[in-house]
């Protein structure tokens, strides 16, 4: 199939373009480390040749097709060229049976696809979706549909046509492309979510083992991934009368854990797997993420010791990884940092390439990773690679942004003091911040004091995120912050899974120790995963469905509804747009909705043909259609159905009343 062919190609392009930049400590670093290159790369190829060739009746074959020479070019001009990368510098891995690596991405295999099928499927012709995720997915897939089968180009979104998207949107057009390519809109967003869940564990476990020299830590900090670290699952556990009651709740738990705070969005297991699992663009972002860390870990690790080992010097100095000596694993024969230093220059700049492509990808985690960079910048050595990359990241992400705020864009101010908190305190801010993350934050001091000097800079940087979460509002919506807050947890796992490890090698007592403390770590997250899975499904037709049909074969890609604001409205669903689709979607992504809502309040009541017919033109509406919704909003007055029903023609009647009632009339051509 023609879709696993691209993913394929994808996945080659990525791994010749990174061999020129990264080394990489085995066969699964390397994979996933070119899957998400490739991923990022062969998506923005595809989009902006499909751009390009936006006035053919399937840009996306033209996009497709200078996918694939470039490919080709690429792969020809670097396969004749010998790789930048010194060989001196390349790391051995530490110790450890290979088996175990490969039970561990089989694990990881079965929790990502569980992940994926439980919140999105597509049985009996009907996508199924969870019920806590319509919002996402009905905006997402909607999205999704307007790429493979409307005609999304100069690209907005399907429920605010007219102005330019202002939402991270290129993961879900290569979901559409796979589609187009020839998979279920199903399949090819779980495909392309579980393969990027996939790369991303094995990168953090990468991490963990280069950053700590042991293949456990990182195993352990992958398997942190799944589990949210707050403290909530003790009011639960005291609200319960015995172990069979609390087992009962757990297992049969539908809801996520309260956190006890009054404020917003504290009943959504933000910092849970779910969010992960609603809003994929997140984690192949995320890997990303992790791709520059480890590069610069990596980096940063051998220049130090190159450093240490060309300075005349006397006795031992600190190795970064808090040791006297260099670990057995990383005793090769170092270079000259300085001739390291200059060699990784380019993959210094092609680093910061990465993370400026993600404003589009997702846009949160393009803030994490700038953030991350200029506190490296400020706190760690070779200041001046580091500003090559934060330069590179600057100047390619710049102008994402600035588009991203163009046009009729509710803006908010950039200070804002407290994240969601109500009336916040210093005080506050602290006992949130240590109940949200409870027995890890014991776990990342234990760690600290173990660590070197390099480590706690380290983990300052990455601490970054945390400070900006609570004293800058990036979007309209300040709970939106939380996305840094996910960034800053799965980096920050790799420290509390040090400190397990270390705990744990304190023979029995230690291990015991370790085992509790891990525990009391996930504990909270154990329960959220059984109320994903619990989480009753919303079913939204597709296959063999009338409306469905006739929307597809009667209506054209580009046109746009007046009708419901619904965000799993089945016109949604094939690829088609409405003038307003879920207003509370709509604001948090920017969009100026009152000036909207009025214009759409004025065509479903104005009674003057003339003046309404002016404006179902202006706004660029090909046909209305009013269902039970409609006339149920109580934000309409006087409904206008009658001027509808008597002057314009009716093209679709719900006649076996499966559609809310819903009537459809096409707007006749000015």
Known sequence: MLAFVYLAAATYFGDHICRRFFNFISIQHRIATAFLVGLLASTWITYLSSLAFAR?????????????????????????????????????????????????????????????????????????????????????????????????????????????????????????????????????????????????????????????DSRVVGRIAALLFFFSSSLSYLPFLRAQHGFREALSSIVHSTEFLASGYPFRGETWGALSANVFAY?????????????????????????????????????????????????????????PSTEVARKDLPAFIFSGVLIGLLPYWNSPVFVSGLAILGCVFLLLPFRLYTAAAVAAAVLVGLPQVLLFRSGSVVTASLLHWGYTLEHPTFMLVLKYVGWTFGVKWLLIVIALVFLSGFHRRLFLALSSLVVIVFLFQLSTDIFNNHKLLNVWVSLANVYAAYALWRIAKLKIAGVAI????????????????????????????????????????????????????????????????????????????????????????????????????????????????????????????????????????????DTAHVYDNLVIYKVPRP
């Open 279 to 335: 809003q994929r663009q997140l984690i192949s972002g995320l890997g990303l993420v992790f791709v520059v860390m480890i590069f610069l870990v990596d980096r940063y690790r051998w220049l130090l010791i190159g450093r240490e080992k060309t300075a005349p010097s006397e006795g031992n100095t600190a190795h970064p990884s808090g040791q006297s000596e260099p670990p057995e694993a990383t005793r090769t024969q170092p270079i």
């Open 56 to 212: 053919l009746r399937q840009p996306l074959v033209a996009g497709n097709i200078m996918f694939l020479i470039a490919f080709a070019l690429v792969c020809y001009k670097l396969s004749r060229r010998p790789p930048a990368r010194s060989e001196k510098a390349i790391r051995v891995r530490p110790s450890g049976e290979p088996h175990w690596d490969w039970i561990f991405l089989g694990s990881g295999a079965v929790l990502a696809c569980w992940l994926m099928f439980a919140t999105l499927n597509f049985s009996g012709g009907q996508f199924q979706i969870s019920f806590k995720s319509w919002t996402d997915f009905g905006a997402n897939v909607s999205l999704v549909q307007s790429f493979a089968l409307g005609h999304n180009f100069p690209t907005e979104h399907p429920f605010f046509p007219g102005e330019l998207i202002r939402y991270h949107f290129l993961f879900w057009f290569q979901a559409a492309n796979l589609e187009f390519l020839g998979l279920n809109p199903v399949w090819s967003i779980n495909l392309l979510s579980i393969f990027s869940l996939l790369a991303l564990l094995v990168l953090i476990a990468t991490f963990g083992e280069v950053l700590f």
């Open 514 to 653: 370790a085992i509790v403390l891990a525990i009391a770590t996930t504990f909270g997250g154990m329960i959220d995963l059984f109320a994903l899975h619990n989480d009753p499904a919303l079913a939204v037709p597709y296959q063999n469905d009338r409306l469905t049909k006739w929307l597809l074969d009667n209506t054209n890609p580009t046109d746009v509804f007046l009708a419901h604001t619904l965000l799993t409205h089945p016109i949604l669903f094939t690829g088609r747009k409405v003038y307003l689709g879920y207003t509370l979607f709509a604001w948090t992504a920017g969009y100026n909705v009152p000036e909207r809502e009025h214009i759409y309040g004025r065509m479903f009541e104005e009674r003057d043909l003339s003046e309404l017919t002016r404006l179902l033109h202006d706004n660029r509406i090909a046909y209305v259609a009013i269902d039970d919704g409609v006339r149920h909003n109580e934000k309409l007055y006087e409904l206008n159905e009658s001027v509808y029903r008597q002057y314009f023609e009716k093209v679709f009647d």
